[in-house]
């Protein structure tokens, strides 16, 4: 990854108004950025000072407070200054310009998304893992989210990386040792008990794994597709399901009439819910069966999206009301489930019909028999879609891993599979079993970011928002 040292700057808080607006520089030399903005003024690393912002022509944007970090000893690990004004979008953003302006001798530019962050990577203040961590800490959305994020940008998740890294390579250091002297190659594996090694880095490995898959169910959540005819009680499960967390029916950011998703929290895991039916609500008194048919153009556009939505769908909650069995309707939306995706099939309403609470597993589906207006039998679909999900309470500690931590994680476990059956065989073939643990020790290395290659490092923080 090319790391072109030019000065950046960027404006730091979020958009919007707020007490305090930061605008952050960052570069290899500021001398000249804080001359033209401060004059004579000597700025102690570290120190706070008050001084007012000016305009070129000396006319005053602001005043607030600076703080200056000499290199290494700041966010990047070059020079930053920061500039906390009045957090208003004009004042910030004339902050911002007045920046660039006074520093466009020394090239100073917009940051791009993640710049800050991609730079104290490349100065080894924070490794990949690190760095990914900082950007989802600002997006959690659960404590327990959050709780994990910053457990991995502390460099728990990395150190255990490490860990097992330093096992590979001790396995790998004694078997190239024994492949410059072929005579001992017959018995190496018995006299030093690489068997033995292998076993305990690959349960070693399997531990990380299931912590960071555990991890990364809080960053991503579920998505479950509630599905079901109109009054079949749907809104009220979903707040029956919510039950007594903090955020009961939060709309997620961007919700926009054709895409009706909610997002719920069950024992800190995002459930996004996706309402099948939430667009036809102002048209419940259609026919049954007409479920396509009665409804205009513009919402029609509406359902296919939200039924493309449905396909990236990990469960769906076919809600029925068990007083009235099923309809025709809804044999339309059973029709247009996507196939393999675990089916939870909801009776609702049993209060009416007589039902106890239960769950049945039958071939097709799981059969839940509950009622979402008298509270009874929620824990049981609670419980369904927990362990759908995976999700299992150990008391361990969590990783906020990503898709390519996991992805990562399970190579090198198969690079260690491959090595343990080279192991196995009586031709013990040792540089076979030397080039696994080689390949074991690069799955691994990915995850910190020792060699990435630099799409995987632009990919990453192009996806930063900017400031970060
Ligand atoms: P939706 O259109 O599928 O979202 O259904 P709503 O949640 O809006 O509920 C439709 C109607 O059914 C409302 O009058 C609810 O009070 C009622 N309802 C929901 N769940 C139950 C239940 O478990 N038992 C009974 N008796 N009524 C329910
Ligand atoms: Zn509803």
């Known amino acids: 990854m090319i790391y072109d040292p030019v000065p ?56 607030g407070i600076v703080l200056y970090f000499n290199a290494p000893h700041s966010y990047t690990g070059e020079e930053v200054l920061e500039l906390q004004g009045h957090g208003g979008p004009v004042v910030m953003q004339m902050l911002l310009a007045r920046c660039l302006e006074a520093g466009k001798d020394g090239g100073l530019r917009l940051a791009q998304p993640g710049e800050f962050t991609q730079r104290a990577f490349l100065n080894d203040k924070l490794d990949l893992a690190q760095a990914e961590a900082v950007s989802d800490l600002i997006e959690a959305s659960t404590e327990a989210a959050a709780k994990s994020a910053s457990q991995s940008l502390s460099g728990a998740f990395s150190k255990v990386i ?33 068997r033995g090694q292998l076993t305990t880095i690959q349960a070693a490995l ?43 029916v939060t709309p997620i950011a961007g919700t926009t009439r054709d895409k009706v998703t909610e997002t719920i929290h069950i024992e800190g895991i995002p459930l996004n819910i996706i309402d099948t ?27 296919e999206r939200t039924w493309a939505e449905v396909d990236k769908a990990d469960v769906i909650l076919h809600l029925l009301d068990a007083s009235r069995g099923p309809t025709r309707a809804d044999e339309a939306i059973v029709a247009r489930f996507p196939d393999g995706v675990p089916v939870i099939r909801v009776w609702n309403k049993i209060d009416l019909s007589g039902h106890h609470p239960g769950v049945d597993q039958m071939s097709d589906a799981t059969h839940i028999y509950l009622s979402a207006q008298e509270h009874a039998g929620i824990e049981l679909l609670r419980q369904e879609l927990l362990r759908i999900a995976g999700w299992e309470q150990t008391g361990e500690s969590l990783y906020l891993a990503r898709e390519r931590h996991l992805i990562a994680l399970k190579h090198a476990h198969e690079h260690l599979q491959q090595a343990a059956e080279y192991a196995a065989q009586n031709d013990q073939s040792l540089d076979l079993f030397a080039e696994e643990l080689r390949l074991t020790q690069d799955r691994l290395n990915s995850i910190t970011g020792e060699f990435s290659s630099d799409d995987l490092l632009g990919v990453i923080f192009s996806r930063f928002c900017i400031g970060k």
């Open 8 to 63: 950046i700057a960027a404006i730091a808080t979020a958009p919007g108004r707020g007490g305090i607006g930061v605008v952050r520089i960052s570069g290899r030399n500021l001398a000249p950025i804080i001359r033209a903005l401060f004059g004579n003024t000597v700025l102690k690393p570290r120190h706070a000072s008050y001084l007012p912002f000016r305009h070129a022509d000396n006319s005053i944007i602001d005043q």
């Open 277 to 303: 039916a939430g667009i036809r609500h102002e048209h419940d008194d259609a026919e049954p069966g007409g479920i396509v048919n009665a409804i205009d153009t513009v919402e029609r556009i509406g359902i």
């Open 206 to 248: 399997q531990k990380v794994f299931d912590q960071a898959a555990q991890g990364a169910l809080l960053r991503a959540g579920l998505n479950v597709v509630l599905a079901g005819q109109p009054n079949v009680g749907k809104s009220s499960l979903l707040n029956a399901l919510a039950g007594d967390e903090v955020a009961i």
């Open 162 to 194: 490490h860990e097992l890294v330093d096992k590979v390579v001790h396995l790998r250091m004694l078997v190239e040792a024994t492949l410059d002297f072929p005579e001992e190659e017959i018995d190496f594996l018995e006299k030093s008990d690489a």
